[in-house]
């Protein structure tokens, strides 16, 4: 583990220390929406159109601090709304953009603020523009393994860009390394400015087998495929399963704590 990785985690452990563990800390802030979900589709965390078939439509943009230089991308987070005529289980979406607003916490797509509603009130609720809301981050979940997509920019035989897809669970991946099927010479690729994107320009002769680490709270652990994941003939726009989901839950210092399900 590089020494960037283990001093952020001694540092949350000192912070979280003072405080009482929590999976489920409850937010108060704003949302707004999008009056076009196209806006989206070309959003900071690099999902492209992509984007818009996650979690039927249900994504957001978020501000700064939440998309924390990328590391949010593909979060998920339950918003509800206070008012008489908001659900009380609120809707869940996954993070896929950063927003510069600060008077908000997130941008909703417009299929996603009206889910915030009851039945028939969608309409009245738009006309707030701006909601006050609480939220939580909670785990993602999927039907699919973690999953790797080589990109565009990705040159053979050693210019390798890869981006996650379908990271199941409540922590953020904080380093990614890959290695020739067998071997120990792991090669540590680097976050570009896209969130779920990493890349390397020394990508070993294939297969390859990947592995991450991946951290939320207290600490941090190694997660990875032993088995070859990117083929040696790679092809740009393929997308490879790990074999492997992430389920781990992140820990954050707050009190009291939330372990209701909001339904």
């Not at 802030?29 to 965390?45: I, M, Q, R």
């Not at 981006?163 to 099927?181: E, P, R, S």
Request: charged share 20%.
């Amino acid at each position: 583990m590089s020494f960037s990785i283990f001093f952020f985690i001694i540092i949350s452990f000192i912070v979280f220390s003072s405080t009482t563990a929590c999976d489920r800390c409850v937010h108060k802030s704003k949302v707004s929406y999008f009056p076009s979900s196209s806006s989206l589709s070309a959003g900071a965390c690099g999902y492209g159109s992509m984007a818009m078939s996650f979690n039927g439509g249900y994504v957001a943009a978020s501000n700064p601090s939440l998309y924390g230089h990328g590391v949010g991308c593909g979060a998920c987070f339950q918003i509800r709304c206070k008012n008489k005529i908001c659900r009380t289980s609120g809707v869940k979406v996954i993070l896929t953009d950063m927003s510069k607003s600060n008077t908000t916490s997130f941008v909703l797509t417009k299929p996603a603020f009206e889910a915030l509603a009851k039945p028939g009130m969608a309409s009245e609720l738009k006309n707030f523009g701006i909601l006050d809301v609480e939220y939580k981050r909670i785990p993602c979940e999927y039907k699919r393994n973690l999953s790797v997509r080589v990109e565009e920019s990705s040159e053979k035989p050693s210019n390798l860009v890869i981006k996650f897809l379908f990271q199941g669970g409540q922590t953020d991946i904080v380093a990614v390394d890959v290695a020739q099927v067998g071997s120990s010479d792991w090669r540590y690729m680097t976050r570009s400015y896209n969130g779920p994107v990493w890349n390397t320009n020394r990508a070993p002769a294939g297969p390859l087998q990947v592995r991450v680490v991946v951290t939320g709270g207290y600490d941090g652990k190694w997660i990875w495929a032993d088995k070859e994941v990117i083929p040696v003939e790679w092809k740009i726009g393929s997308v490879y399963d790990l074999g492997v989901q992430i389920s781990d839950i992140a820990q954050e210092g707050c009190s009291p704590c939330d372990t209701d399900e909001w339904k």
